[in-house]
């Protein structure tokens, strides 16, 4: 596994290579090991599926506060979208700077997203399947979001934004004083 940093601390790009014979191939997707300076020693307790039917659908910005903040490993398992992590670390000195990777089936990129940041992504090709390893439950009580308009952020998603959750399309504009998440 081959992991790459992004501008954001603690934001990393997990390379894998296939092992193919003509039986197809074999890959590891996941090695406490190997990932441990990203992952550290915290466990991965859930494991979520979504699919995406329309390009331009637009999931997120979604974190969970503390005490129920995660790290979250995401990859694309069909199709491709444009993944976007937001930092919202107090003490990061990347404190409201976003990064996106495309993540896709055929580059079978992983990014590590650190607890304090947000995810989101725009869906590339229709009907795309993204899988999340969790360090943390569920745990709506805890749920956030940034919307993905956020003038202070401006997130200049590849295309026009299309299908938007009820949800989603609710959340509230950071405010101008807003400090970040407190780890
Ligand atoms: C995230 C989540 C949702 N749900 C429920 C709540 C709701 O009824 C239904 C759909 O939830 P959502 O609309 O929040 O699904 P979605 O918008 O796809 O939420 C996801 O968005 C991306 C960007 C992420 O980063 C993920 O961690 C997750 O927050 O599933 C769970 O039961 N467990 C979970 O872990």
Redesign the pocket.
Known sequence: MKQLPTPLAGVVVVETQAFQDSRGGFARWFCEDELAQAVGARRIV?I?H?LTHSVGAV????YQRPPHAET?L?RCLRGRVWDVVLDLRTDSPTFLQWHAEELSADNARMLVIPEGCA???QVLEAASELL?L?TAA?C?EA?AGVSPTDPAVQIAWPLPIGDL?A??SQHPALPPDFRGIAL
Not at 59 to 62: E, K
């Open positions: 859930q979520n979504s999931r997120g910005l979604h979250k995401v995810h989101g992504f999340y969790h569920y709506p749920e959750s949800r989603d």
